[in-house]
């Protein structure tokens, strides 16, 4: 057979099975091709029966059917699977050929790969794809990086799949070079956990404080959706409060409450550590889920650990349209924090992110679509040095205006003994970060106290260093200046 194919993808789970029948959808031939080779006779027979998907049963087969430059993607477990497969490719991929990784590999690694598969001569992509199944199916959000010279060859393929806002607009554009894309996905995958933590930190506020059932909750999401609060991550709240069990009862309230998490969230974290990067709203909601795993211990301590009962008391419509409030004023703190990050990152590997592209490329598609990115985007756009989302006029007036039912809410919740740890971080970053002093000078005289680890002084010129022999029993050496 002639070589006549667009693509190839391997890996037939759910998200590579809908990635192909969309690229089919729209005019593309895909060679589908899977480890397990009775995979693919499977899904030519079912799926996508009917299609112009053609199925490949060996490694020599694929290549064949590709027209050059081969576009080879894997949509395999991160990890040591990418690698495995890119050394299977390699003998049967020529020079100018592109291997694209469309898994949520760490970004470290899509650097590694990237060096390493264009020492062969070949190019490297790592993209982020987000979206989940029905995005993969109906058009993700998808998030390139890695080989400029590659972006060209892949474009046209991954806008046209890719989900489309206003005007036509895809939500995929070139992010940056080497690990760019996946790392601007995984800071996605970040903020999506700290959007949901503050979702079931409002729920719980509702539910435990002011004991609303779940018909009753659905009803403030489904008009939360209707308002600044519109995403998806919400409408699906507003669906799932609605969802009934075979007995009539809502399914939310029989699920047990232990979090599971794949990694994307720690690796936020840990890359916010490295970075020096105040990330504290995604931190919480990682630990969140972390201490949701310690139920048996949960429930022990619930019986002995003594607090105060949760039971909200007041004006109800006032008290839920302060939850809404603090809801939104955290959700503005966290994607402050997650591009602060991404500054970072660029900053220290050399990218030339678009923040306001980024947010584009988040509008639709991914699990934090939101109108609210349509802001964000224009902030950007505005201002693209911007140094702090919360600085943008738009949101400094949003801000601004809910900060005192965002303290109403967080300080009921510390008085009911309900947790908040998201809700409560966001607003402890937005006070550290409007204050103009903060109590880290005693912090530094406690570290040269034992330490000899030196401070500046607010009489002399930043980058003079100090120290005190504050016993009289010390030297005058001081230990090596370094900040932490």
């Not at 759910?14 to 480890?35: E, K, P, S």
């Not at 299977?88 to 690694?109: A, M």
């Not at 934090?368 to 224009?378: D, H, W, Y």
Request: one cysteine or more; aromatic letters at 8%.
């Amino acid at each position: 057979m002639e070589p006549n194919a667009d693509i190839a993808v391997i890996g037939l789970a759910v998200m590579g099975q809908n990635l192909i029948l969309n690229m089919n959808d729209h005019g593309y031939t895909v060679v589908a091709f899977n480890r397990t080779i009775a995979k693919v006779d499977e899904f030519l027979a079912k799926e996508a029966k009917g299609t112009k998907v053609l199925g490949a049963h060996s490694f020599e087969e694929m290549a064949r059917l590709l027209k050059r430059p081969r576009r080879v993607m894997l949509m395999v477990k991160a990890g040591a699977p990418v690698d495995e497969f890119i050394e299977h490719l390699l003998p049967h991929l020529e020079p100018g050929d592109i291997i694209i990784d469309g898994g949520n590999s760490l970004f470290e690694d899509t650097m590694r790969r990237t060096k390493y598969v264009e020492s062969k001569g070949l190019l490297y992509i790592g993209t982020g794809v987000s979206g989940g199944e029905e995005g993969a199916r109906r058009g993700p959000s998808i998030m390139p990086g890695g080989s400029p010279a590659a972006w060209p060859h892949v474009k046209e393929i991954f806008q046209a799949v890719a989900a489309k806002v206003e005007n036509g607009a895809p939500c995929c554009d070139w992010v940056g070079e080497n690990g760019a894309g996946h790392y601007v996905k995984m800071v996605h995958n970040g903020i999506e956990y700290g959007d949901m933590q503050l979702i079931c930190e409002a729920y719980n506020l509702m539910k435990a404080g002011l004991g609303m059932s779940a018909d009753e909750m659905h009803q403030v999401f489904a008009q939360w959706q209707e308002g600044e609060l519109n995403s998806y991550l919400i409408e699906i709240t507003r669906d799932i409060l609605a969802f009934k069990d075979t007995d009539g009862q809502p399914l939310v309230d029989k699920i047990l409450d232990t979090a599971g998490q794949k990694g994307t969230g720690k690796w936020t974290v840990m890359s916010s550590q490295e970075l020096g990067i105040p990330i504290t709203l995604i931190a919480e909601a990682v630990y969140a889920r972390m201490i949701s795993a310690f139920k048996d211990q949960r429930v022990a301590a619930s019986a002995r650990l003594r607090g105060p009962n949760p039971a909200i008391k007041g004006d109800r419509t006032k008290i839920i349209e302060d939850i809404r409030r603090a809801l939104y004023a955290s959700k503005i703190v966290s994607y402050a924090q997650g591009y602060m990050l991404m500054r970072a990152a660029a900053e220290q590997n050399q990218w030339n992110l678009n923040y306001g592209g980024i947010a584009l490329m988040w509008r639709g598609g991914c699990i934090i679509r939101s109108v609210f990115l349509g802001r964000i985007k224009e902030a950007f756009d505005k201002n693209p040095r911007l140094q702090n989302l919360m600085l943008d006029p738009f949101f400094r007036k949003a801000l601004n205006a809910s900060h005192r039912s965002w303290r109403n809410v967080v300080a009921t919740a510390a008085k009911k003994g309900i947790p908040v740890p998201a809700l409560g971080t966001a607003l402890a970053f937005y006070d550290g970060y409007r204050s103009e002093r903060l109590p880290a000078n005693l912090l530094q005289a406690q570290r040269d106290y034992f330490g000899a680890h030196t401070y500046e002084r607010v009489d002399q010129p930043r980058g003079q260093f100090f120290h005190t022999n504050w016993t009289g029993r010390g030297g005058d050496t001081a230990s090596g200046t370094y900040t932490a």
